[in-house]
């Protein structure tokens, strides 16, 4: 199975969360926050959003950072995803 976004909407796959502090702690599975950082999986096509036309501003295989409490997550097989509107993308990380 394939996910494929609609209009403005980017799949996008949360890298792993931190399990150690910059000092070394090592936290329990409660107190690791959500990463905000993830993979764009796949993007949406763009068109017209709201009467305005939205051109997609990133592509597949680039890592980015979204809103904390943006998107809806899906879990297709074994793997979790999360779908986002373009504007829930804050930045994108480069290396």
Do not use: C, F, H, W
Request: charged share 25%.
């Amino acid at each position: 199975m394939k996910l494929v976004p609609l209009s403005d909407r980017v799949v996008l796959k949360e890298l792993a969360a931190e399990e150690t502090t910059a000092s070394g702690i090592i936290l329990a599975g409660q107190a690791k926050e959500k990463p905000q950082q993830a993979e764009v999986i796949a993007v949406g096509p763009g068109g017209m959003v709201d009467g305005e036309k939205v051109e997609m501003n990133v592509t597949v295989g680039q890592k980015v950072i979204y809103s904390k409490y943006a998107g809806t997550e899906v879990k297709l097989g074994e793997d979790k995803y999360i779908i986002v509107k373009q504007n829930d993308i804050l930045a994108v990380v480069e290396d």
